[in-house]
């Protein structure tokens, strides 16, 4: 089992940089393949970004590519989420999520943090 816990979100300015941790506990943390996606109100969640346990695949969604980077480092037991040039349209709840399973879609995630909030002003 893998508990998740996000931090680093906050209120910044279109343009400005944040980078969100997800700090996980279980033992197959290292095997595990981590995800971020995000929900705005009113919307359904949607992929962010996903990576391979070693780190050596990566997936990312459109609208971020180019602007957020994942990362991990098993030794720590967390994954990052670096978002720069950050637009209005990226504020939401953004969730950590593990799976044994290397994937884009939600039901492929078995364990999720509790989100934290993501807040881009014009």
């Known amino acids: 089992q893998v508990q998740l816990v996000e931090s680093g979100g906050g209120l910044v300015q279109a343009g400005d940089s944040l980078r969100l941790s997800c700090a996980a506990s279980?033992?197959?943390?290292?095997?595990?393949?981590m995800g971020w996606f995000r929900q705005a109100p009113g919307k359904q969640r949607e992929f962010v970004a996903a990576?391979?346990?070693?780190?050596?695949?990566?997936y990312y969604a459109d609208s971020v590519l180019g602007r957020f980077a994942i990362s991990r480092e098993n030794a720590k037991n967390t994954v990052y989420l670096q978002m720069n040039s950050l637009k209005p349209e990226d504020t939401a709840v953004y969730y950590c999520?593990?799976?044994?399973?290397?994937?884009?879609?939600?039901?492929?995630?078995?364990?999720w943090g509790q989100g934290t909030q993501v807040t881009v002003s014009s």
């Open positions: 999520a593990a799976s044994r399973v290397f994937g884009k879609s939600p039901s492929t995630y078995n364990y």
């Open positions: 279980g033992r197959t943390f290292g095997s595990s393949a």
């Open positions: 990576i391979t346990w070693s780190g050596g695949s990566r």
